[in-house]
Nanobody, 123 residues
Framework: QVQLVESGGGLVQAGGSLRLSCTAS????????LGWFRQAPGKDREFVAF????????YYADSVQGRFTISADNAKITVYLQMDGLKPEDTAIYYC????????????????WGQGTQVTVSS
């Protein structure tokens, strides 16, 4: 079992930055990588970014490539999502997930989810 707790969401103006955190716990947490998804009102949940704890496998959705950075702090068992150059279309609930990478790098497999944190970007 893996537990995931997100934090760091909030309201920011377009062009601003936010950093989300996802702290993981559980006996099997080391067996999974962590990633982020987001879901805007009326839309499907979409993949944002994935990282292995070692950082050896890291990839992003095209929509955030070059603006968002995912990183892992093994000592704190925490994964971060640094979001720069935020746009109103980034407004969504952001969810942390534990899972594995997929060959296409278009998403990740998911086994556990956090509760989500709201990010709102005003224009």
């Amino acid at each position: 079992q893996v537990q995931l707790v997100e934090s760091g969401g909030g309201l920011v103006q377009a062009g601003g930055s936010l950093r989300l955190s996802c702290t993981a716990s559980g006996r099997t947490v080391g067996g999974y990588g962590l990633g982020w998804f987001r879901q805007a009102p009326g839309k499907d949940r979409e993949f944002v970014a994935f990282t292995a704890w070692s950082g050896a496998s890291t990839y992003y959705a095209d929509s955030v490539q070059g603006r968002f950075t995912i990183s892992a702090d093994n000592a704190k068992i925490t994964v971060y999502l640094q979001m720069d150059g935020l746009k109103p279309e980034d407004t969504a609930i952001y969810y942390c997930a534990a899972g594995h990478p997929v060959a296409s790098r278009a998403t990740m497999s998911t086994f556990y989810w956090g509760q989500g944190t709201q990010v709102t970007v005003s224009s």
